[in-house]
């Protein structure tokens, strides 16, 4: 199979996180987006291609280590339930977050 493709047909997508950075392009057959790695010489080739670039910068908060066990869907559920339950959400959200009596 020979692809051939225009810089207007690619996506180049240079995340702050190196590793996450890709390149994009649909598929002639199927319709789907096909995504590849893009480490710096891909991305330095496809520049020079004049493939255009979207920067993507992680926020900080994302790439934090986390502790304490992951939220489960029950949690979302009971979450929703409440929400819909309740007359002022600002105040009861308030009342929920830790360290504030129950």
Known sequence: MTWSLTA???????C?????????????QCGD????PAGKDVQSLLKTGGVAVE???VPAEA??????PAIAYDDVLDFALRL??????????SAMRPGAPA
Request: aromatic share 12%; net charge negative.
């Open 8 to 14: 207007a047909q690619v996506r180049l997508v240079v």
């Open 16 to 28: 702050s996180v190196n590793e996450w950075s890709y390149y994009a392009f649909g598929c002639d």
């Open 33 to 36: 987006e096909i995504r590849k």
């Open 55 to 57: 920067r993507w910068v």
């Open 63 to 68: 790439l934090e280590e986390k502790s304490g």
């Open 84 to 93: 819909q339950s309740i007359d002022a959400p600002v105040a009861a959200l």
